[in-house]
Nanobody, 130 residues
Framework: QVQLVESGRGLVQPGGSLRLSCQSS????????IGWFRQAPGRERDRDGI??????????NIKDSVKGRFAISMDTAKNTVYLQMDGLTSEDTGVYYC?????????????????????WGKGTPVTVSS
């Protein structure tokens, strides 16, 4: 089983930035599809991922609503995937989960779906408030 540890939780003011990290100590993330998903307060985890990355070629997919503000990246040496979040708004508040799918598909947009993920981290909370 792939074990994932998220970090980067925080309380930030609107307009601020955070960088979330997702690290695996048990498996090489280069063999998987990795994604970030949000669960807003009082709601279920979103089915559509915020952003996903293919571990083999680092091809990325990002949700239209966060384009230009969020970016996903991968550090293969650290076996870590990051989500850089800039220009945060209150709408970005929630618990952010890192998910891993045990397959890599050229249709990354389709893979960036919670139903495609096989393993999950425990989540890290992000609060955007003044």
């Amino acid at each position: 089983q792939v074990q994932l540890v998220e970090s980067g939780r925080g309380l930030v003011q609107p307009g601020g930035s955070l960088r979330l990290s997702c690290q695996s100590s048990s498996y090489n993330l280069g063999h998987f599809t990795i994604g970030w998903f949000r669960q807003a307060p009082g709601r279920e985890r979103d089915r559509d991922g915020i952003s996903c990355i293919s571990g083999d070629d680092e091809h990325t997919n990002i949700k239209d609503s966060v384009k230009g503000r969020f970016a996903i990246s991968m550090d293969t040496a650290k076996n870590t995937v990051y989500l850089q979040m800039d220009g945060l708004t209150s709408e970005d508040t929630g618990v952010y989960y890192c998910g891993v799918a045990g397959t890599i598909s050229r249709n990354l947009q389709a893979m960036c779906d919670s139903r495609a993920m096989d393993f999950w981290g425990k989540g890290t909370p992000v609060t955007v408030s003044s």
